[in-house]
């Protein structure tokens, strides 16, 4: 029985997820183009046709991998507590990282052309849309919003850098690491003062 001929939406999208594998196996790099057309089953000039060489197919992975990330945080940061918020951003992270390990790891170590490297610009976007929120939250409480975007950076960097961690562990579970990093953010904003003060020295020692 001879295979059904995909379209060209289809054949695109194969053609992605294949190099998608093949890139967070290899690395830029250390992928050919021959070996994606065989893994794909299909002929060079295919890959052409539809992405130009192995440097499309790239950026166009790797562009889709960075939509993806961003938007599975910022969707669920919109609404509700902002412990919900928090809890809901760095599952959202943990999850990604668990069921999209190979498209977590293009987004980490790919970088296009002329441009930081992708995993800086997903995290620039994020702080961008966090910070935002939190100006709005410190408005509400009578904080100073100029230092939203301070702690956006401080949260973000936080559970960002914990799940580089978790990439490789992967232990605790993805709940329980997601409960103890919420923890950690959730009572650090919690306890936020007005105009924050350097402590008393208690140790009876000179400073």
């Known amino acids: 029985m001879a295979r059904q001929r995909m379209t060209g939406p289809q054949r695109r999208d194969q053609l992605m997820n294949v190099g998608r594998a093949a890139f967070a196996e290899r690395g830029f790099e250390g992928t050919t183009v021959e070996e994606i057309a065989s893994r794909a089953g299909v002929s060079k000039p295919v890959i052409y046709e539809h992405f130009g060489g192995k440097e499309g197919l790239y950026r166009a992975v790797v562009e889709r991998e960075m939509e993806r990330l961003q938007a599975a945080i910022v969707g669920v940061i919109q609404e509700g507590r902002w412990h919900e918020r928090i809890q809901n951003g760095v599952l959202a992270l943990l999850t990604y990282v668990e069921e999209e390990t190979d498209g977590?790891?293009?987004?980490?170590?790919?970088?296009?052309?002329?441009?930081?490297?992708?995993?800086?610009?997903?995290?620039?976007?994020v702080t961008a849309q966090v910070s935002y929120l939190l100006a709005q939250a410190f408005e509400h409480r009578g904080l100073d919003t100029q230092a939203a975007t301070l702690y956006g950076q401080a949260l973000v960097g936080t559970v960002s850098n914990t799940a580089l961690w978790w990439l490789d562990e992967r232990t605790p579970?993805?709940?329980?690491?997601?409960?103890?990093?919420?923890n950690l953010c959730w009572n650090g904003?919690?306890?936020l003062e007005a105009l924050p003060h350097t402590q008393p020295d208690t140790t009876g020692k000179d400073a």
């Open 173 to 182: 579970d993805k709940q329980s690491a997601a409960l103890h990093i919420t």
């Open 189 to 191: 904003l919690r306890g």
């Open 104 to 125: 977590f790891l293009i987004v980490v170590h790919g970088q296009l052309p002329g441009q930081e490297r992708t995993y800086s610009t997903v995290l620039n976007r």
